[in-house]
């Protein structure tokens, strides 16, 4: 069995007992500086409502789909058209700043319902019929990474997203427990055996390799992050914490390009209006904080933030005061000098939906992370987006 394959069928490669995963392969790595700008990308998993996110206050067609669902008050109208659900007040000074793109319609070619599906779709940027086994952050990792801790995801499971054909990032939601972990003496005791003769050209052999830089991340990461801690007042949420932790690790100045944040719930298919209206004020208290706690340490201008969802819902609310799941949807850019703040596309037509009562996509996903990678990170998107893709003017 070759190397590649090894990694990704082994039990014991994928728990690299206990230590989270992730993978670097010594072979076929581009050893390139990945630069100083950061990307902070923000997964809102469960299908969030985008209809009842960016609100479209003076359409009629838009209360009388949602008679009980559409939201009538305290709208925090931004022009004559498209406004904010109230629970996003803390970003409207970010807005007002020229500091959040809105990109409406964001989805892709015959578009898939299933959460796990169409969760893989956004993580690999594959087409709706395509199959991939490495997501789009792997692959740039494949092409331009040189350590583990260059991409990181605050859980302990690792994304589809943040694993490449060679090269993985790495997941924590506590770098002191990872830390302690690399350090237990079974951990040790294990890779005491990594100079075995018999290692040396064998499977079994490169993952020791793997795992001993395992623990030499989780030591990189203890020791650099150890001596900076946050001062901003978070929101009491699991979310906030994973925002925190990467402000700590950023104001830190660890080494590290991508993080990967996420924020589950959004699946609301009865009561959606109580439901949806807490976890939208636990994002926007939580990313203004973030924010702030960069700008307080001079990090903000090179901090690119992506937040995205699976899908959007059905335009017309269901019988238990919900909605279905639907296909295109918003995208926050948030940033310091974006080429196009506020809103940088009007809404899909709500006259003209598609066969399912979904909104009509007009940008491919796709083509938010090849301008994200060509004009952020400064890398090209041949080899990391499957498709050619035409470049957006946010940034």
Known sequence: MDRRKFIKNSALASS????PNFVKAFENVATNQLGYKRLVIVQLAGG????????PHNNDLYYNARPQLAITKDIIKLNDDLGFHPSLDPLRSLFDNGE???INNVGYPNPVRSHFRSMDIWQTASGSGEYLQSGWIGRYLDQHG????NAMEMDEQLSLAMKG???????TNDYKVLYNTAKDPYFKNVLSHYNDAHLSEHNLGYLYQTMIEAKSSANYIFENTNVKSSSEDYPQNNFAKQLKNVAQFINSGLDTKVFYTSLGGFDTHA???KKQTQLLSQYAKSVSAFVNDLKQNNAFENTLILT????????KQNAANGTDHGSANNVFIIGKNLKQAGFYNNLASLSDLDDNGDLKYSVDFRSIYSTILKNWMNVSAKGIIPKEQKSLKFI
């Open 16 to 19: 690299l007992f206990f230590v």
């Open 48 to 55: 969030n409502d985008g209809l009842n996110t960016i609100i």
């Open 100 to 102: 959040l793109s809105i």
């Open 146 to 149: 040189e350590k583990p801790y």
């Open 165 to 171: 054909e060679y090269f993985n990032g790495i997941a």
């Open 271 to 273: 009561n959606q209006n």
């Open 308 to 315: 995205f969802s699976e899908f959007g819902r059905r335009v």
